[in-house]
Nanobody, 119 residues
């Protein structure tokens, strides 16, 4: 499995921006589709965004479409989540995840980074 370490979380006011990073190691990064998920207190973990190995295919949850952008740098083994126009309801622990291109489910997970948006 690939090892994932997130960074970039923090406290921001509503309307502000944050950029999350996820550094991967242990396997060939380009063999993996990468994703971001989040879990708010007392809620189930939910999908946020994902990106193919080439970056050509991206998908987003409806709640973040137009505000968040996922990208990756295969030379740096890093995936990013640029979050703009943040809302209090975006408050959650954000997790980076990876799945092999041929798999269906995400099988590698980071430890998470807290994002708190104040109103």
């Amino acid at each position: 499995q690939v090892q994932l370490v997130e960074s970039g979380g923090g406290l921001v006011q509503a309307g502000g921006s944050l950029r999350l990073s996820c550094a991967a190691s242990g396997r060939t990064f380009a063999n993996y589709r990468m994703g971001w998920f989040r879990q708010a207190p007392e809620k189930e973990r939910e999908f946020v965004a994902s990106i193919s190995w080439s970056g050509e295919s991206r998908s987003y949850a409806a709640s973040v479409l137009g505000r968040f952008t996922i990208s990756r740098d295969n030379a740096k083994n890093t995936v990013y989540l640029q979050m703009n126009s943040l809302k209090p309801e975006d408050t959650a622990v954000y997790y980076c995840a990876a799945r092999r291109n041929e798999d269906v489910n995400f099988s590698s997970w980071g430890q998470g980074t807290q994002v708190t948006v104040s109103s």
